[in-house]
């Protein structure tokens, strides 16, 4: 069974590689390499796989999940400008795929000891944009491959 609960937050950013000239960055990310930035109003789902606890009926205590969005994404998150403020954004792109999978590496390990696991993070950017990440596939790790 899979349970989700979702989070809002607001945040600034931009998006530039340091490598490339503001031209290569404005080709690549269009009106996002501002240097000045620019803000989102987030929409984040974050969803759990597990079985119901047959005593209490609940996956996981779902105060307890709202405590951990909170204290992993939106205290750290919200109302920043990600490049200046909020680690590892000084170095990585703030892109939406990126703030999804650094979402993931801060919630994940909160589940460990529960009889839930994280089975995917959801981050809207805008209404009509969202990107989907259940964390790295094995093959997927540099290290694993011969
Ligand atoms: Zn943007």
Redesign the pocket.
Known sequence: MFVTRKAEFSAS?V?TQPGLTPEQNRAVYGP?SNPNG?G?NYVLEVTLEGEPDPATGMIIDLKELKEIINREVVEPMDHRFLNHEVPPFDRVVPTVENVAAEIWRRIEPAFGGSRAHLHNVRLY?TEDLYVDYSGDRPGDRAGDRA
């Open positions: 950013h998006c996002a620019h989102h950017e």
